[in-house]
């Protein structure tokens, strides 16, 4: 895919054996490439692809010449006081609907966004983004972190899991060594916004505020495991070749480090996904440096 760089998401498991220095890609670039990528499996023009996505994660379209308004929309849901629009994704999906309808390339911007405070998010077709803004979890405050990590609750579960799905799934197909660093990082700072939230004294008391935030039972076992069930990360895919919760092996690999752990690599020894379940049990090992 044009446009499309991939860095190694501080995995050292992905980073061995390779010499070329890691691109750095974006949250925008590769959301955006999801958005793309989903409009092709939704429908074949701007029209149907918008109506259709609008319908699964509950949020109101109208699309009106070049101009897209999105009322409620899910992907800067809980996002607070970015410095502009942070909706890479819905930009995507509307570039690629628009390529489908017309066979032209085009950039799209995002004019409005209720990540930056406004009540709508509003799309430009045919208007080229300044440098792109994406969500920071650095200098968020105690607040804004709750109302983030909350911000899901107040929608409808099977919205929020559409959503996932659609945005998340596009990326997972991706070759493994694409999709796996971009997974793996969001994890480390997923893991790192809740420990900062929370601020727990011990690696077992911040797995039950995982459990809470998450519904799923997290296990620390014998022999460097951690399992997880269900597994939020790859609930809802179907089956597939290789372990998917890079997530997952980010968010292990950051808490081992702030417990004061050596991280030398996490491997995801069973995924649910493998397995065929379409919700399950994932488990994982860790090696830890100089063991
Ligand atoms: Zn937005
Ligand atoms: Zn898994």
Redesign the pocket.
Same mark, same amino acid.
């Given at each position: 895919m044009p446009g499309c760089g991939i860095g190694h998401g501080d995995d050292p498991t992905q980073r061995s054996g390779r010499d070329e220095p890691a691109r750095h890609v974006g949250a925008d670039g590769s959301n955006r490439e999801a958005g793309c990528l989903l409009a092709r499996e939704l429908g074949d023009d701007l029209e149907s692809t918008l109506t259709t996505f609008a319908d699964l994660t509950g949020c109101e379209v109208d699309a009106d010449e070049d101009v897209v308004t999105v009322r409620n929309?899910p @992907? +800067?849901a809980g996002y607070p006081g970015a410095r502009g629009?942070? +909706?890479h994704f819905?930009r995507g999906l509307i570039a690629g609907a628009h390529e489908l309808e017309t066979g032209e390339r085009t950039p799209v911007e @995002?004019v409005r +966004?209720?990540?930056a405070g406004d009540d709508v +998010?509003e799309f430009r077709i045919g208007r080229k983004p300044r440098e792109p803004t994406v969500p920071r979890l650095d200098g968020l405050d105690e607040r804004a972190l709750r109302r983030m990590a909350h911000a899901a609750s107040e929608r409808e579960p099977e919205e929020v899991a559409a959503f996932k799905l659609a945005s998340e799934y596009t990326l997972k197909f991706h070759p493994a060594d694409a999709a796996a660093p971009i997974f793996f990082r969001a994890g480390r700072l997923y893991a790192r916004a809740l420990l900062r939230l929370y601020n727990p004294l011990e690696m077992t008391s911040f797995l039950s505020i995982v459990e809470d935030v998450t519904g799923a039972e997290c296990h620390l076992g014998e022999g460097n495991r951690m399992s997880i069930e269900p597994c939020p990360e790859c609930a809802g895919f179907p089956r597939e070749h290789e372990p998917v919760c890079h997530g997952v092996r980010g968010a292990l690999h950051e808490t081992l480090g702030t417990f004061g752990k050596e991280v030398e690599r996490v491997e995801e020894t069973e995924c649910a996904a493998v397995t065929g379940e379409l919700v399950g049990r994932c488990e994982f090992r860790f090696e830890l440096r100089g063991l």
């Open positions: 929309y @992907e +800067c629009p942070v +909706c819905m @995002e +966004c209720r990540a +998010c």
